[in-house]
């Protein structure tokens, strides 16, 4: 099975920073890499898929890079609503799985 | 538009049977996989398994294999996931979701569905 490790596990920002997210896989995924967004009492929802294309609706603020094993979302300028866990997720072994996830909390 | 409806929160005994459910509108339901994710208490997502209703083509995640049953019902737009006998350890939220295929990610969301089983 394919590991996924996000980091930082926690990110302490303010609102209008820039936030770097980081998913390394145990081997590589080519470019089967998928961002989601979870705000508390919600399901997730799609950001970024295929490493770098964005998924319908999502904001330019949000950007996917990387291929093979690292990978990296970046938030340009965080705002108030985006505040909360984001997980990577692989989808080209298996069914997939998941990072264990980065909460996003504001300073 | 919510194109997956989950049904309600479901609070059970142990060893009772439960079936939950995931109905697709707004497109071709026999077209996309279904999958089921589990998100257990404070805890991460993980992958069940998927249905293609289209031919009721199955794929488990070897972690539930045996544990659950996902079906469909295309004439109803409906896929499932059910339980022949609970364990403490099934109360969690359960999230449907959509994938243009295997090879793909998930671009729709159910709400979720709130099990607990207690005695």
């Known amino acids: 099975e394919i590991v996924l490790t996000q980091s930082p596990g926690n990110l302490s920002l303010s609102p209008g920073e820039r936030a770097t997210l980081s998913c390394r896989a145990s081997?590589?995924?080519?470019?089967?890499l998928a961002w989601y967004q979870q705000k508390p009492g919600q399901a997730p929802r799609l950001l970024i898929y295929?490493?770098?294309s964005r998924a319908t609706g999502i904001p330019d603020r949000f950007s996917g890079s990387g291929s093979g094993t690292d990978f990296t979302l970046t938030i340009s300028r965080l705002e108030p609503e985006d505040f909360a866990v984001y997980y990577c997720?692989?989808?080209?072994?298996?069914?997939?799985?998941f990072g264990q996830g980065t909460k996003v909390e504001i300073k | 538009e919510v194109p997956l409806v989950q049904s309600e929160a479901e609070v059970k005994k142990p060893g009772e049977s439960l079936k939950i459910s995931c109905k697709g509108s707004?497109?071709?339901?026999?077209?996309?996989?279904i999958g089921w994710v589990r998100q257990m208490p404070g805890k991460g997502l993980e992958w069940m398994g998927i249905?293609?209703?289209?031919?009721?083509?199955?794929r488990y995640s070897p972690s539930f294999q045996g544990q659950v049953t996902i079906s469909a019902d295309k004439s109803i737009n409906t896929a499932y996931l059910q339980w022949s006998s609970l364990k403490a350890s099934d109360s969690a939220m359960y999230y449907c979701?959509?994938?243009?295929?295997?090879?793909?990610?998930?671009?729709?969301w159910g709400q979720g569905t709130l099990v607990t089983v207690s005695s």
């Open positions: 295929g490493a770098s």
């Open positions: 249905i293609y209703p289209g031919d009721s083509d199955t």
């Open positions: 081997q590589s995924v080519s470019s089967y």
């Open positions: 707004g497109y071709t339901f026999t077209n996309y996989w």
């Open positions: 979701a959509r994938r243009d295929g295997v090879i793909s990610a998930a671009d729709y």
């Open positions: 997720q692989q989808y080209g072994s298996s069914l997939g799985t």
